[in-house]
RNA sequence: GCCCCCGUAGCUCAGUGGAUAGAGCGACGGUUUCCUAAACCGUAGGUCGCAGGUUCGAUCCCUGCCGGGGGUACCA
């Protein structure tokens, strides 16, 4: 069982929920803001109206350097402009109002005076620290509170064109998709995920076509997804007729000289499709089933589920009404043959939502779909997890969405949550050697071959253990590589560093998860009997106490994630709360330190592992017990 | 042409209207009778693309310029 999955993380039963208050932040919030609205009560400077505070309030923060104290405000030189008065005569204000706050000396030591132009500096009681952190380890959410009001959140991810292999470019939409999802859910909101498959576009017209022209049937049964996208590929090189791909492709050339008018046939064969001819209907149907198969499968090794699979196919019965409603309501019209919405004025280029040969795009599809999810699932957010290459498209959907007038849609937040590309290491965006996009299977089992060859140092494990812990490493890295990074972004796939074992890596995450397991299995502590005896646990060192803080930020950082959609605000989180975990345990003694401390560093050692566990869990990443 | 994004240490990247701009890799040095040293601690390395402006304070906000990437009417 060695390397099994994670320790049951399930804690006592709770009593009444620690996390009632909020984290130390908001506690700390709650007393800025009920000095500031006294302040201006008191005419010692405007607060415009109540929408000012929450800015005032973001300024409140962790200092960056303990000896400033643990928290900061910083508003007050900020506002000592309009009260006409010195910045430090306002911090000191504000200061003296904060410490009167009631409860504020329950939980916080009297702020000083101001420090420099009006620091205002808040350390943290020690006996509160304790208390707090005492009381996330008994707690199932581990201290984080949840929302206070809780949405219907969409989240659009993946999508991936199913006529074609998943590749590397499905991953960042797919595994930061579904981060945010967990972290979102986690917080209290109902999340509504809907993988919206790219299952009816043109890329079928490539397939049809080239089934009918140039397939190879013996290949199609070993394989059926590897011949349908060789298929795409190469009616994709005649249809576009490029000359530098044809010169590299002869077989391609060859085709395409025999069916000159091949580019027209493939938009015929898709408009076939879509008006219902029966032939390529019942196609159609036959290339869906190993298609969907081979999706899912790559979903199960990457953890990833949906609760919705409405691909194109299946909002294509509403497309005809969409146009025909824009236009009705004026605000589609035709031009050069297809018809569009002039959402930036005529000169410049439309919202296509029909083609001059009938067809349908995108845009209709995109339209379709936000109306339907408006009249069935009434969301207040829809999230759209995709490459930020479709910046242009998302702009001109949100504005003909808005101009549109579905009924609720005023209230939603539609919200392009873009990804920069995956990059090669020579910087151009990742290939094979020989220029093809790199499949997403194989880029798993070769981060999970690295991975293993790494894991084969620790010669405690057995093979069937090792192919475990290398599976989880190895989708890991990957993983944990993809959402570290600022999402907007592009950034450089590199298995070296992905697999790195130290720096901001997965791998250093679980490495401080295991070293917490050594800790349990080493001294045969019973870990559930520690949870039930709900210790006091007592930051008495500063590497104990700057562990505690961290920890408790948990519900923070969580928060700071969904206000920008950004889980590398996690990762860094994590980062650093493993290197104090480090920090605390080379440099403390648990195991052998004498009681009471020793119950105290367990249960913080015990909190750490499960704090790291679940904020993993949150990105989608796994743990082992030894690696 | 127009629109969007980016330009921070040798490399890969964080970062914020605030206090001395951080981390990993790479380089150099230290720590092991002790719970996983796959760790920890330290040193070196920066005109935050350039020039103006706003501000008590700008790497961050605004304007211009230079450089790189992406998008730009019937693919998604």
Avoid at 70 to 96: E, I, Q
Avoid at 373 to 382: A, F, G, K, T, Y
Avoid at 400 to 425: K, M, N, S, Y
Wanted: glycine residues 8%; charged residues 25%; aromatic residues 8%.
């Amino acid at each position: 069982m060695a390397a099994s999955g994670p320790a049951d993380d399930t804690g006592p039963p709770s009593g009444a929920s620690p996390g009632a208050d909020g984290t130390l932040r908001d506690q700390l919030r709650a007393a800025f803001a009920g000095a500031l609205s006294g302040a201006a009560a008191d005419g010692v400077f405007p607060v415009a109206t109540a929408a000012d505070m929450p800015a005032l309030l973001d300024q409140v923060r962790e200092t960056a350097d303990p000896k400033f104290g643990d928290f900061s405000g910083t508003m007050a030189m900020g506002l000592a402009k309009a009260a006409g008065r010195k910045p430090r005569d306002v911090a000191v204000d504000v200061a003296k109002r904060l410490a009167a706050t009631p409860g504020f000396d329950t939980t916080f030591a009297p702020p000083g005076d101001p420090v420099g132009p009006g620091f205002i500096n808040v350390r943290v009681r020690d006996e509160a620290l304790a208390t707090a952190v005492s009381a996330a380890f008994v707690d199932d959410r581990l201290g984080v509170p949840r929302v206070a009001r809780p949405e219907t959140i969409v989240i659009d991810f993946s999508s991936p064109n199913v006529a074609k292999p998943m590749h590397v470019g499905h991953i960042r939409s797919t595994v930061i998709g579904d981060a945010l999802t967990r972290i979102l859910r986690f917080r209290g909101h109902r999340v509504i995920t809907d993988n919206h498959l790219g299952d009816w576009g043109t890329q079928f017209g490539m397939i049809l076509w080239g089934w009918k022209h140039c397939r190879d049937d013996a290949a199609f049964a070993a394989d059926p997804t590897a011949e349908l996208g060789r298929l795409y590929r190469s009616v994709r090189k005649i249809a576009d007729a490029k000359p530098e791909d044809l010169a590299a492709d002869p077989a391609a050339a060859a085709l395409a000289a025999r069916h000159p008018g091949a580019a027209e046939e493939v938009l015929q064969e898709t408009a076939r499709l879509h008006a219902g001819d029966e032939e390529n209907r019942r196609l159609w149907q036959s290339f869906m089933p190993a298609c969907l198969a081979d999706i899912e499968r790559l979903y199960r090794r990457l953890d990833v589920s949906f609760d919705h699979w409405l691909g194109e196919s299946f909002f294509q019965p509403f497309l005809a009404d969409v146009v025909t409603d824009l236009e009705r309501r004026g605000l589609a019209r035709e031009s050069r043959g297809a018809v569009g919405v002039f959402v930036d004025g005529d000169d410049k280029p439309p919202f296509l939502v029909r083609k001059a040969d009938g067809a349908f795009l995108y845009a209709t599809t995109d339209l379709a779909t936000i109306r339907w999810r408006l009249e069935h699932w009434h969301p207040d957010r829809i999230l759209y997890v995709v490459d930020h290459r479709q910046g242009q498209h998302f702009e001109q959907l949100f504005k003909t969405a808005h101009r549109w007038g579905i009924p609720g849609l005023d209230r939603v937040a539609l919200v392009h949550v873009a990804f920069g590309t995956v990059l090669g290491e020579d910087g151009k965006p990742f290939k094979t050697r020989s220029g093809d996009t790199v499949g997403l299977e194989s880029l798993l089992d070769e981060g999970v071959e690295r991975a293993a060859a790494v894991v084969a140092a620790d010669e405690g494990l057995s093979d069937g253990e090792r192919r475990l812990v290398a599976e989880t490493i190895g989708i890991g890295a990957i993983k944990y590589a993809d959402l570290c990074q600022n999402r907007t972004t592009d950034y450089v796939f590199s298995y070296d560093k992905m697999l790195e074992l130290k720096g901001n890596t997965a791998a250093y995450m679980q490495y401080a998860v295991a070293r917490v397991e050594g800790v349990f299995e080493k001294g045969g502590i019973d870990r559930m009997a520690l949870r039930r005896s709900a210790p006091a646990i007592v930051p008495a060192d500063p590497k104990e106490r700057a562990l505690a803080l961290a920890i408790l930020r948990f519900g923070d950082v969580l928060a700071d994630v969904e206000a920008d959609y950004r889980p590398n605000l996690l990762t860094t989180w994590l980062y650093d709360l493993a290197g104090r975990y480090s920090a605390f345990y080379d440099s403390l003694p648990i195991l052998k330190c004498p009681e009471p401390e020793r119950t105290s560093r367990l249960a913080l050692a015990d909190l750490t592992g499960r704090v790291l566990r679940k904020g993993l869990e949150l990105l989608g990443i796994g743990t082992v017990r030894r690696m």
